[in-house]
């Protein structure tokens, strides 16, 4: 069992950055993948990105790549996503999310969720 607590959204103007941090109780950490999602008003959660257990692998939606850095520290139990250059289409809740999978880019590969923090980019 992990709980995720997320941390770090707000409001920004278009070109500026923020960094999330995702929280995770429980053991073993290190076994997870993570994963940053989003869900915007209206529309389906989507992927935005996923690290792999050791922090070795990372993968990018393209819409973020280039743009977004997901990290993680397993001595914190802690995952991160560093946003920079956003957009005002960025605008979303955003997720944190731990799968059982060495690393995923599907949502339904991911078995725990963190309630979200709102991001707003104003334009």
């Known amino acids: 069992q992990v709980q995720l607590v997320e941390s770090g959204g707000g409001l920004v103007q278009a070109g500026g950055s923020l960094r999330l941090s995702c929280a995770a109780s429980g053991r073993a950490f290190n076994t997870y993948g993570m994963g940053w999602f989003r869900q915007a008003p209206g529309k389906e959660r989507e992927f935005v990105s996923a690290?792999?257990?050791?922090?070795?692998?990372?993968y990018y939606a393209d819409s973020v790549k280039g743009r977004f850095t997901i990290s993680r520290d397993n001595a914190k139990n802690t995952v991160y996503l560093q946003m920079n250059s956003l957009k005002p289409e960025d605008t979303a809740v955003y997720y944190c999310?731990?799968?059982?999978?060495?690393?995923?880019?599907?949502?339904?590969?991911?078995?725990?969720w963190g309630q979200g923090t709102q991001v707003t980019v104003s334009s």
């Open positions: 690290i792999s257990w050791s922090g070795g692998d990372t």
């Open positions: 999310a731990a799968s059982k999978y060495y690393s995923s880019t599907y949502y339904s590969q991911y078995a725990y």
